[in-house]
C-alpha cells in the first residue's frame, strides 16, 4: 500500500462519498424492508445470519452492539416471518443458533437485484487491481466504523 499523505480535500470528499452512500443504503433498506415487514436491524442481523452461518445469539449481540434483550425481540420477529429459526448447537445441545431460513432468502435476493446488476455494471469499469484496492477500502472502512462504535458497558461495569 501507499504511505504518501493523501491530500486532505480528497479525503474529505471520500468521507462525504461514504456519508452518501450509507444514506442511500439505508433508504435502499428501508424500502425493501417495507416491502417484506422488515425492519433496516432485522435486515442486519438476518444478513449477518445469512453471511456467517448459524450463529450464538450473544455473538450476534457482541458483533452488532445490539442490546441482548433488543436481539430477542428481532429474532422473535424474523423466527414468526419464517425468516430464520433457533435450533440447538449440535456441540452442545444446551445451546441455541440462529440459522437463516433460505426460502424467505429468495425473495430479498429479488428485491435487491436491481442494486447487484447496477453493482456489477460499476465493477466493470474498473480494473482488476483497481477492484482489489476498492474491496481493501471498504473492508478497512468496515473495521475501522466497527472499531469507532462506542462500547456497550458490561453489567459489572454498570455497577
Known sequence: MVSKRPDPQTVQQIQEGLRDLVWALDGLNQAV??????????????????????????????????????LTGILDRLEEGGWAERIAD??????????????????????????????????????????????HFLESSAEAARKARPRRPSAQEKG
Open 33 to 70: 424492508g417495507a416491502q417484506v415487514a422488515l425492519r433496516p436491524v432485522d435486515l442486519e442481523v438476518l444478513d449477518t445470519v445469512a453471511r456467517s452461518g448459524p450463529t450464538p445469539p450473544s455473538q450476534l449481540a457482541e458483533i452488532l452492539g445490539i442490546h441482548p434483550a433488543t
Open 90 to 135: 449440535p456441540s452442545d445441545r444446551r445451546r441455541v443458533l440462529i440459522r437463516a431460513l433460505r426460502d424467505r432468502g429468495t425473495e430479498l435476493r429479488r428485491l435487491y437485484a436491481p442494486m447487484a446488476r447496477h453493482l456489477t455494471e460499476i465493477c466493470a469499469r474498473f480494473s482488476p487491481s483497481d477492484l482489489e484496492a476498492i474491496r
